[in-house]
């Protein structure tokens, strides 16, 4: 009965065309950008992403995104009310349309199948819940560093990532930049000779406590959604100055949760470049107490992983070094690198970007999501260098040497160290 009822309908569709219907037989006319000419992209060549937390940081990155013509972005959550109207008139004005979504719930982004990707930058307090949530709702992510609070939580991301097949970049865009592949690509290949030192800027060696501060009258739910701000996060009463989510919880593992500071914030970004200087080797595996203005730790073939603050060449933020037996590199954020010989060049032409721009890391993330490769900042990738910060930060806030094992992911013999690896998640949270 089923096949008659459809085969009587095209009869019936047929013989209008054959009546000569001339709104059937007009032209349909196909918008060029549907086709991918002009410039424009396909729709089938086309990543569709939605924003997590669109604030200070995320703001960049959402125009870095934009600037790339096979991205159509479409939704953001937010717990603020006005973000959300922020951000959508930048997406709409970007893609001629008012077509951008708003939320509140990060959730309902994740639940819209048409999203491909997301973008992360809420403050670090949501970074590892948020990618995590993400990953098992089938979307790709790029995520703002740091992306871990603790050595639990880098852990589980790099194992959900392999579990599910997500590709994850983290925020660590100088891995992206010229001169710092370039001084890393000379220590991993051993043109410095066996590597012996590399040096980080930690911006600052403290680790600190978050806490509570005199109670405020809580802000319409609309407005700020307090309750979903604080998420895994212990609860404690609205004081508008926590709402700075670039700061809140930033890392730790104990109670109150201690924030990770310097270590942490440009140990992101420092270590992380370290780390990759050593071939993205697996975490060092002691770690001191300060000397001198400078923590060391020490991978097991002996290289030295050294934070300190001083001593650096000015060559902008965020400067590494690596030495090796037979010479060394340093860097920084100007886009310059300064050498122990100009015959480490070998010729060639290193480009100066300076500023550190995350445009090309958001390009290499895309190129993954189509390809289906590891980006420069993978979830392995950046597990590892978190670690070395939290480690590092434990010996700091502990102020002894701590030794760490690889095998396990424990400290040896020490409980309390141990016990700062994680912090306990409020309801109804989870990873």
């Not at 959604?225 to 895994?232: S, V």
Request: proline share 5%; hydrophobic share 40%; with cysteine.
């Amino acid at each position: 009965m089923e096949k008659n009822r459809i085969s009587h309908s095209r009869r019936q569709f047929l013989g209008t065309v054959t009546a000569g219907s001339s709104a059937l037989l007009a032209p349909m006319i196909i918008p060029s950008s549907a086709l991918g000419r002009d410039g424009a992209v396909a729709p089938s060549e086309r990543i569709v992403v939605g924003g997590i937390g669109i604030g200070r940081r995320g703001g960049y990155d959402l125009g870095c995104f934009l600037q790339q013509k096979d991205v159509q972005f479409v939704a953001v959550a937010d717990i603020k009310a006005q973000r959300q109207g922020e951000v959508k008139k930048i997406v709409d004005t970007h893609h001629g349309n008012e077509n951008c979504k708003t939320y509140r719930d990060f959730r309902d982004v994740l639940d819209r199948d048409d999203i491909d990707a997301v973008l992360i930058a809420t403050g670090p307090n949501w970074h590892a819940t948020a990618a995590m949530t993400a990953a098992k709702a089938g979307k790709d992510m790029y995520c703002e560093k740091p992306v871990t609070k603790n050595i639990i939580q880098s852990l589980i991301l790099a194992d959900t990532m392999r579990r599910t097949g997500r590709v994850f970049q983290a925020g660590t865009q100088r891995r992206n930049l010229p001169h710092f592949s370039f001084a890393c690509e000379l220590a991993r290949t051993g043109k410095l000779g066996k590597l012996q030192k590399v040096y980080a800027h930690p911006a600052g060696m403290q680790a600190m406590m978050s806490g509570w501060l005199v109670p405020e009258e809580v802000p319409d739910q609309d407005v700020v959604d307090w309750d979903m701000y604080l998420g895994p996060a212990a609860w404690r009463p609205y004081n508008k100055k926590l709402l700075d989510g670039f700061n809140f919880e930033k890392g730790g593992g104990f109670v109150g949760a201690f924030n990770g500071g310097g270590v942490l914030e440009w140990g992101s970004h420092c270590v992380d470049l370290c780390q990759w200087a050593v071939d993205d080797s697996l975490p060092p595996v002691e770690y001191n107490a300060p000397k001198d203005g400078e923590l060391m730790a020490r991978y097991e073939n002996g290289t030295q992983l050294i934070f300190r603050e001083k001593g650096w060449i000015p060559l902008g933020s965020c400067p590494v070094r690596f030495e090796g037996e037979t010479g060394w590199v340093e860097a920084g954020d100007s886009g310059k690198l300064v050498l122990s010989s100009p015959e480490l060049l070998a010729g060639r032409s290193v480009e100066e970007i300076g500023g550190y721009p995350a445009t090309f890391h958001v390009r290499d993330f895309l190129d993954c999501v189509k390809t289906r490769s590891q980006p420069k900042g993978n979830a392995q990738a950046a597990c590892n260098a978190h670690i070395a910060c939290h480690a590092a930060n434990i010996a700091l806030l502990l102020n002894r040497q701590v030794k760490f094992d690889n095998a396990t992911n424990t400290f040896i013999d020490d409980v309390e160290a141990n016990r700062l690896r994680s912090e306990a998640l409020r309801e109804p949270w989870r990873l």
